[in-house]
């Protein structure tokens, strides 16, 4: 009985381990797409013009308030299709899930900028320096470092929801292990086991993340 | 107006509405009481309990509401456990926001100073007294936030009933779509319904913080 | 020989290796005042808090208008808390109810106290202690001198038969020091019996029936403030606390 369970499991492990490739290539899609966009909007929303802001506003309010299942079907089947875009599966998954990071990082750093001292603004500017010079020297530098214990968790959310690839047919862990499964009929052995998987790598990640964190910590500097 | 949104895709919706409704609502309190049972035990509870619920939460904070869905409805009937689809999902939303939940009302009692239980006792509260009066409504209003958000987080993820074959909004929109292949319209009518879910919730959560809240508490 | 109102007998507390008191004992007359003094860490807090049994104690006892008191009986020691109150050094007052509820909160829970009967009583301590005007001022929203009278005016709202004060004012800024001893000096007159714990030695020396000095988690001194700082006698007392005069004129 358990043997057997084993010999499942050892056939389908490599199979389901090429998915984890996929997966990650997804998660780091998103998180980089996240923080491409996320940046710009919180700088838009911070110091732009109402209108700009306005706009972010909307943005932010919309995927922050629409399942990703719904943007995952959304953009796959209506959207990217009505603008005569041929994208994939994987694509689409590290697209909608990066436009949704987008938001929740762009609140992140909004909230990071906003928590700077003005006096460093003020010191900054005393300096001669310009408004770019100040953004790009002085406020963005401690605002991503801020931001760093909330990147590791949102790293956790963004991995766990890359499961939702499933659904337009990626071939990420969970979809594999889908497949696996519905040939098999050993759903909860394969299921417990992708859970495993997906517990570990959120783990490691976290680690890493920790790790980045205090390589770049400032002496005596809290956030 | 188009019949395709007042003959389908509304009336459909509405249905689904529904459906979803009576997912959120009992999924979104028993979290919510799962979650001060769970956290509580872990704060207060003998160390072998602590364990326990510190494991469980970890355990289901880190695997995919989605994996955890697809072992209760596809994967316990391997050991002979059957549930309804809806059953299933309400479980499942259930025993993932409670450990959300639990991890808010465990930082809630963390951040309570020592001292006020001990001036509690010093007035000759008894335990359950300090507990009930003292330090469960402060904790309250401390997790009030994170839980809230959490209950935001489920109306959004109660979505993934769908995947179970529990057909409520997204389903019902699914449905649809496919069969008109007007898939835009109806993923972005569907989206609507649920920032409504969303913009309803966020205004009355934020209305009961507001009544609760208490000048300069929970503000460090 | 009169029954004393509160009598410590040999009370020890060990935390791991570190023995913090050593069979103190400590018997509290009938609306006396004492003051407990010494260096920090000597104990004075940690003794405190066994007279209200919020530190447990190894061995001793303490008994109330002469009689034991059972302290693994619950009940017992939840009625015995009742009639000792306690001051703390940092307050304590509950974050999430304001002042008039500070007060209100365990006549209403613990004597079972109707609202309303409850809310009076509250609003005429606070009167007691000058703050019939803050009563709806959260925590938050008090200075240091008021919160501690807030608490004062808590402790006594539960009719206490014995005050316990912990340092009651070596929290608050010096300007807000004032206060707080002026209140507790009104409740030397109505008769109140308290021990406090302060490095206050004016006001100990003007108002203490007796002064208890203590250092290594011991009793070594105690005495009438006559007879430990009069002027020429040589005991530990009066060297420690002309020590803690050079100390606060060498601050200067």
């Keep these: 009985m358990i043997l057997e369970k084993l010999i499942v499991i050892s056939d389908a492990l490599p199979y389901i381990l090429q998915g984890a490739g996929i997966t990650l290539i997804i998660v780091a899609g998103a998180m980089v797409l996240g923080l491409c966009l996320g940046v710009p909007f919180a700088l838009g929303q911070v110091y732009g013009p109402p209108l700009i802001r306005g706009a972010i506003g909307l943005y932010v309010w919309f995927f922050r308030g629409v399942p990703i299942l719904i943007l995952m079907f959304l953009f796959y089947f209506g959207i990217f299709d009505l603008l005569g875009l041929n994208l994939s599966p994987l694509t689409t998954t590290a697209l909608v899930l990066g436009m949704t990071s987008a938001a929740y990082q762009s609140q992140l750093f909004r909230g990071a900028i906003q928590s700077l001292p003005q006096g460093q603004l003020k010191a900054a500017k005393a300096l001669g320096m310009s408004r770019w010079q100040t953004v790009s020297s002085i406020v963005l530098p401690q605002a991503l470092r801020m931001s760093i214990p909330a990147w590791s968790n949102e790293y956790s959310i963004i991995l766990k929801d890359s499961a939702l690839a499933y659904v337009v047919g990626a071939l990420d862990m969970f979809t594999r292990t889908h497949f696996v499964a519905s040939r098999t009929y050993e759903h909860l052995t394969l299921f417990m086991l992708v859970g495993a998987l997906y517990f570990f790598i959120t783990v490691i990640g976290v680690y890493f993340l920790a790790r980045l964190e205090k390589k770049l910590r400032i002496p005596g500097y809290t956030a | 107006m188009d019949p395709f949104y007042t003959n389908e895709l509304i009336p459909a919706l509405n249905r689904g509405l529904v459906m979803s409704t009576m997912l959120i609502i009992p999924s979104a309190f028993f979290g919510l009481l799962g979650g001060i049972l769970v956290g509580t035990f872990r704060v207060f509870g003998p160390k072998p309990i602590q364990r326990l619920f510190n494991a469980y939460t970890a355990i289901f904070r880190g695997v995919p509401l989605m994996v955890q869905l697809f072992i209760l409805y596809y994967g316990l009937p391997n050991i002979g456990i059957y549930f309804e689809a809806y059953t299933a999902a309400v479980i499942g939303f259930i025993l993932c926001s409670s450990a959300y939940n639990s991890e808010y009302i465990r930082g809630a009692l963390l951040a309570i100073k020592s001292g006020q239980l001990q001036a509690a006792s010093a007035l000759g509260m008894s335990k359950t007294q300090a507990l009930v009066w003292i330090i469960i409504p402060q904790a309250f209003r401390r997790a009030l936030p994170g839980c809230g958000n959490e209950m935001i987080y489920l109306i959004k993820y109660s979505s993934l009933a769908y995947i179970v074959s529990c057909i409520e909004l997204t389903g019902e929109a699914r449905a649809i779509a496919a069969q008109s292949f007007r898939f835009t319209e109806a993923f972005t009518v569907v989206a609507c319904y649920y920032l409504l879910l969303v913009s309803i919730a966020t205004y009355l959560l934020k209305k009961v913080e507001k009544r609760l809240a208490i000048p300069g508490f929970g503000t460090k | ?252």
């Design chain 3, 1 to 252: 020989m009169t029954v004393p109102i509160l009598f410590a007998r040999d009370i020890c507390v060990t935390i791991g290796s570190n023995e913090i008191l050593k069979n103190v004992s400590l018997s509290l007359p009938k609306g006396s005042l004492k003051v407990l003094i010494g260096p920090s860490g000597a104990g004075k807090s940690t003794f405190l808090q066994t007279l209200n049994h919020l530190i447990p104690h190894d061995s001793g006892c303490l008994e109330l208008n002469g009689k034991e008191i059972n302290l693994n009986n619950k009940r017992e020691l939840y009625a015995y808390r009742q009639q000792v109150g306690m001051i703390f050094q940092d307050f304590n007052l509950f974050d999430h109810l304001n002042a008039l509820d500070n007060v209100a909160i365990a006549l209403r829970k613990v004597k079972g106290v109707e609202r309303q009967t409850a809310h009076n009583r509250a609003m005429q301590e606070l009167k007691r202690v000058g703050l019939e005007d803050k009563a709806t001022l959260y925590p938050a929203e008090l200075s240091g001198g008021q919160k501690q009278r807030v608490a004062i005016a808590r402790a006594l709202a539960m009719d206490p038969t014995v005050l316990l004060l912990d340092e009651p004012t070596s929290a608050l800024d010096p300007e807000l020091i004032g206060e707080v001893l002026a209140v507790i000096r009104d409740l030397t007159r109505d008769g109140l019996t308290m021990v406090m714990a302060t490095h206050q030695m004016d006001f100990a020396r003007a108002l203490a029936h007796e002064i208890v000095f203590m250092q290594d988690g011991e009793i070594i001194e105690q005495g009438s403030p006559e007879e430990l700082l009069q002027e020429g006698t040589s005991s530990r007392t009066r060297d420690f606390c002309a020590r803690l005069v050079t100390a606060i004129d060498d601050k200067r």
